[in-house]
Each structure stands twice: as C-alpha cells, then as structure tokens.
C-alpha cells in the first residue's frame, strides 16, 4: 500500500468517526434528561412498569459538570425530588448520588448507586437490590 493511500484511508475513517475521541462518561451524562420508561423485575422473574410513576408519570434529571444532580419524580397522586452530589466510576461504569435535599426527610443522606448505560443515545440507570421483593430496577432517559 503506497504511503497515499494510507493517509487518504486515515482521512476517510477520521471524518466517518471511525477515529472518533471517546467522550467521557462525565461528558455523556452532563445535561437535562426526561424520562423515557420504567421497568421493575421482581424476584419471582416479572417484568413491568414502575407503579411508582403510575399512567403518564414524568421524571426529570440534571447532571451539571461540577459534579450535582437534582431528580425530579411525578406522578398523578405525588411528587418528589431529591438532590446532592454525584461520583462517576469511569471504569466500572456507575454513578453514587449522595442525597443532599430530599422530599422525604428520612431519605437525607442516601447514598444511591446506579449502573450506567446508553444505549442509542438514551441513558438508562439501573438499580440492582434496590428494596425487598424487586430484583432490579432500570430508568431509561433521553436527553431534553
């Protein structure tokens, strides 16, 4: 392969993305995310919507770059928030939300951990043993 060739195939593959730079996962979650869907498995293997958020539930996110986030949770009959900080795992691929300022006063001081994905441009946010009787429990959002 002649030298030319080489650089021209570099060229192609840069502007395809092909050498596209990895964006952190500190980048990808910083913004304002709505949710998208719920789902619960429980412990006995079904699968469902969170009751949490019930018909028409909504839910918001804000991740900012210096490390906060603030939850915004309704349903029909309820509403909830919570905020504080936020610590990224970058190789494992989590998020800890240390609960700051909670709706539910005996909440203050939660120490939430999530599994961290995107998938199609969505984030989804799992939680594994997240109380008695469910299995796991994953958010999926998408950026506003």
Same mark, same amino acid.
């Given at each position: ?10 060229? $192609?593959? &840069? *502007? ?10 500190? %980048?990808? +979650?910083? /913004?304002?995310?709505? $949710?998208? &869907? *719920? ?10 919507? %969170?009751? +949490?958020? /019930? ?90």
């Amino acid at each position: 392969m002649s030298r030319l060739h080489f650089v021209a195939g570099l060229l $192609l593959l &840069s *502007s395809a993305g092909g050498i596209a730079e990895a964006k952190s996962l500190a %980048s990808q +979650l910083d /913004g304002e995310w709505s $949710l998208v &869907s *719920s789902e619960q498995v429980l412990d006995n293997g079904s699968r469902g919507p %969170s009751p +949490l958020y /019930g018909q028409g539930g909504v839910s918001h996110l804000v991740f900012t770059d210096a490390g906060e986030m603030c939850a915004m949770v309704a349903s029909r009959d309820d509403m909830n928030a919570y905020c504080g900080q936020y610590q990224l795992n970058e190789g494992a691929r989590d998020v800890v939300f240390d609960v700051q300022m909670d709706g539910v006063p005996n909440d203050l001081g939660d120490k939430l951990h999530r599994e961290i994905t995107f998938d199609h441009g969505k984030l989804k946010l799992r939680t594994v043993k997240p109380k008695a009787g469910v299995a796991e429990y994953t958010l999926t959002f998408k950026r506003m």
